[in-house]
């Protein structure tokens, strides 16, 4: 399948898709505090997907998956499982990733929770990691390189001392979860493919206080660190336009 071009009215859509998905991490970040369950978040907003936002958790049922977030605490890169018997403690940090239908297009979005009172080694790594996103979104546009992003993203991950995830990267989007391109989130200047208007993709970077190698857990889903120090990251879905970028997936404390 080749890269598909979205026109205005589909980018229409997809901005809905994509406020609904930033809408989710907004209701649940009240609740994200020391002693609740990742099972109890993942009821929450499924029940607000379905309930309140008449919309569709992408993830269930995708690959056999049966949760509506991914929730992912420490060392977790991606992908965790919510479980009702995985108590969040003071000082973890943790990823929400969800991703959200509305008539057929989705938005993918993440991010990351300090939850309580958080060591500064942790804060830091949640910060640098924003900033990689962050980094990436402010040189798209029409003309850029896919490489350009990886760089920009490896660049500042290593210079703070950090490794990047290779095994996994962001992607294409629209009325498929999952499609071209591949967004590599390490990589050289002015290689791969050079973005048009009308793209969308998302960003996503893994970012490892250790080494960048990954395990995945018996349970089929869960990528942990191999080196069992703690991974962060952040995920907006983003529309290329005629001079530069939107991120669909915006929350309204963010000013980008
Ligand atoms: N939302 C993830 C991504 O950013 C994919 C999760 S797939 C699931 O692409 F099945 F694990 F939910
Ligand atoms: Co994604
Ligand atoms: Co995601």
Redesign the pocket.
Known sequence: MKITIKNKEEINKMRVAGKLAAEVLEMITPFVVPGVSTGELDDICYKYITEVQKSIP???G????E?T??SSVNQVI??G?PDKNKILKNGDILNI???VIKDGWHG???KMFLVGKCQPHNERLVKITQECLYKAIEIVKPGAYLGDIGNIIQKHAESNYYSVVED?C??G?GTV??EEPQVLHYGNPNTGIQLKEGMCF?I?PMINQGSKYTKSLSDG?TVETKDGRNSA?W?HTLAVTNDGVEVLTKRSEESI
């Open positions: 992408a993830n269930v995708y690959r056999g998956y949760k977030i991914c991606c992908h499982i990733d969800v991703t993918d979005t993440s996994y962001g992607h989007i979860y999952h998302t996503e889903w990251q995920e």
